[in-house]
């Protein structure tokens, strides 16, 4: 509790009085900032050109009356010319479209007569399309518990390069028809610019995932698809990476977009990776896109996912990825975390009283 | 799918056989090194000794004609090693007590008519106790809600020297006064062994907070006193290095224990620290006793405390753990993350239907 | 110290001799393996089917006589079979190019008569080619102190779709002037699988960055390419992610391979990134090809470079790669880490005496 | 580059005196927050309750006129406010003792006539005090190779509470009799504040260890003790944290302090650690007391201890910490990472030209 006294009351009137004071000087000077932004661009400039112009000049060396040291007013010096600076860059410019507007509902996707962004969504099947019977089988299985996203990889990353690295075209040719034959939509990964657009002749949804957040050249060509893109965050990025990387894809115009936390690298050795379930209520906040959690990855292994899917969904996201396989132990990869069909049947029911998705 | 093929099934069928045989060998050799222990130990030798009793012979070099190179094999053989090793240390040794052994139920304690380990507990109050008016007044509110445990600290942890550490003793006076008078359980940090015994006069649960998980002064004195005990995890400390902090506590016969999930240090910025729900459905499964989460503390921030808390309860925490206080601006201690009264009915209303903890 | 006792001795000679049995027997279950392997390949599988088959029959269930609880066993048996199976897959495969063989010297590259792998070469210039002038200044001088290879990007990885993408294939074609006007080699990041030949038509030296580095489709171009490549460390990769990432591009032929360390993510905001120089150690030994440093990237920051690069090359970095630019405060990426030349001339004469990178 | 153009000219003179402005009213409200401080502190308030008052009053609102939205101003007032609560808790108190003063030289200590923080000085030993014969054999051994500093372990911190944990008291005597015994100083962990005063009747120089580096118990007992202390980072502690905790032993009147680090905790398995040499390269600028580096910690392995302390002392290490055992495969902890005295030999070998510590 801070001490009462007249005097110290007419000191802190004057302490107000300076911040008032403050707040004036520090939007006329971000108007004058301004001004020069809109001179700088119709001389021809850049919004960066616009923003530098704003601090070409060195800032004002600190008076020798004050009784901070020139490091602690050079901070706050530099922090106002950085706002005016960034109010020059976004002269002219877009906000970031990732960011939820004030009062933004939530965004809803449809995508093959599917919702996307309301009650939860499962996206569920095998980490790669390995054959015609696998791929239909496991469409058959999701279908008939309510799943309507079937995912399955055709290019798979893979950490060695002698590991199997998906059927290519044939898999993504697979995967669609299975999807369709069930009435599901494919969800599937791509990994290089130049196949985006077949990718696009054969799946519903578009994936980039975390080795590839980054991948701009690949972002930019997504960006430009006209398909749903659900954007992996990569295993040590932070949320504002993330959220530029999905700026990237919005920028070229496709608003389809679907962010899927993954889980971010730490040293805990228990798991491979620690799902960041903080990551997923604070989207929610900041971003009106839907938002689900892939719960295979970070777990590893199988004895888990049913508590991280209830903790995803609790903290607010809107669907789950996991991955099932008829024979997760002949997969030909991941077969330490995929569920195989009773397992699902599990995993359902422990998520739902019915044990199907609901809706 | 492995093809099909008589020669290689009898193939197959021998490697088999070599398996069921190496299973013969490492339990007869496990036997044999068991009855070093019991000799190592009959010879006065520790249970170390007799670990390493079983490792003193230079392991085997590899034969010229194997397949594999040295270092592979002897990768097997050390691993055979270390598990007699173990094996004989274990001798006349009693297992680890954190851990939850087969089938058996999960731990109960009550404290002051509270139960704690089945439906969800509520802790709840100020960082530090900072006056009789303050502790009295927050103990009334959270009371009159359905909480049933009053947290609030006398010695404080502080990351700098020169901020406030604390009322000590008075605040420990204070904070059990409070309880008392309102029907609640008191639970408060201890810093120094020498306070242990000081504090088991007042509060009711003892709290060994992160930076302490392995201050083994501590947990020692911690062990041997008669009050249930919250340990907290580290803020880099992995699972096991958790339960094995656990273990020095227990093994000193306290075993009213509490384990405190909190948050672990990532390169996040937007969170103080990323609350780890995989470690509560872990422990969950390979401990005995309650396990709750501080969601407090990793948000760092007050805007995400409701999806944090409802994903650490969807995980499996049995409690959850959050800072209260009368006038959280004026706080002496984290005041950008404790709730006001107002804030903390808004979380329990967003928690259970009529806005008090069930029970 | 093992107690001394003559019923010990026989008993811990029993242990020898079961340790040589266990040896044997790994041996001939590790030929068995092969033969597996041998048969499924002349069937016509693959690599992977080939490990597969090996485990393709449950393990044997521990015998109730044992002394090891059965999932210590089932640890063993698996370790034996994961070991066998990885042989099997190796049969008739290449082992993994990146590591150094048995007595292999250290690789050296020539690129434009300029060494690399010997006496540490030092890789500088500007973040990005902003213009003919900048970089033909920055490489004229560079030049003039014994710098041999001149850094530039083209192509700019930006966090933000709103940064300064690069000037593209004009701004190769004014590095490669600049560089050759001044008898340096040139170094450029690719971002696009579809600018890789493009690049080579200009650059001398490709690099792949951090964000890229399991941008499998841009290893696989680059390891198709006919010029040297430096691969940076992802910024949250382990080593055996970036060795199996180098395999990709040595798995297609190009075996002139530069490693980058350029500091790993952690929790210290003080830095952008921690410099590893236990990896430095680390790959020196395991690989032989050239391993370099940056240094601005990690420190983020000028104030630190020196005593950076000093360890990093005390720790066995055969090169050093550092941001100069003629006027950092105006450069349009960067501005806070990159050196000025005065800067960069403290720099040298804190390395070398004379103030040249010498050789 | 920035365009130029007279209308832009007058507009960025506009700039350039409103920043000036700026300086001059936050120096003017600096000096409002002093005089605030000032008269609180006469009312008896602490020096936390002057920062407080100075933001007592809420923040004023930004006017509807501005360029800015709401929030970006309250960033701006914020800052200025909190650095007038910083001012304010500053006046009448100490600055931080761990930062080096303008100008101030590097510190020296010396501890039985040998001296630390000029040329490297070499602290080894085993990890643990067994025997008087091991303990003996290595103080010999260390000092014919012109170490000077002869550290072992008495209280052990261990992660397991069944394992070796030290020979406590009596190990003291057997550490500081072998230390005398060959003209050697003793340094020696302490654990538990009731142990400091005992611990400074034998050795020489007490070490705070990584898991204690927050124990502020044990921090206030060494800050009162007449030793010199070591005190190792926390493996997940920034240097902001470790500094603070510095301060806590500083400011109760020990001046006599040696900062060591050790490795911080990271997800890259094949060390134990990641050595941080940018934080030696930033405590040498930022503090005056000597820093060493313990290489063995963060290595866990022998192999790399060479290049790890050659990239310490390159980075500004005035010292190094490292492991030798007599007999490190009978040691009764971290068996994995002590070097035996061949080892040490070497490693010597490789550091300095005759093989011996200089000096």
Known sequence: MAPQDPALDALLAELGALDRELV???????RAALEVAVRVRALGGSAKDAARATTALAPPVASAAGPFDPHELAVVVELVRAQGAALAEREGQPALHVR??????????????????????????PCAVESAEQIDATAAFLAARGVRFLRGGAYKPRTSPYDFQGLGEPGLALLSAAARAHGLASVTEVLDPRDVERACEHADVLQVGARNMQNFALLREVGRARRPVVLKRGMAATLDEWLLAAEHVLALGNEELILCERGIRTFEPRTRATL?????ALLRQDVPFPIVADVSHPAGRRDILVPLARAALAAGAQGLM?????????????????LDFPGFDRFLAALWPDGRVPG
Chains 1, 2, 3, 4 share one sequence.
């Open 24 to 30: 004036l000087l520090v939007e006329r000077r971000g």
């Open 322 to 338: 996991v991955e099932v396989h008829p024979d997760p132990v002949r997969a030909r990869s991941d077969a330490q975390q995929q």
């Open 100 to 125: 939820r507007g004030a009062g933004e509902p939530d965004r809803r996707l449809v995508v093959r007569g599917h919702p996307i962004g309301g009650a939860p969504i499962v996206i569920a099947g």
């Open 276 to 280: 960041d379930v903080s990551a997923i």
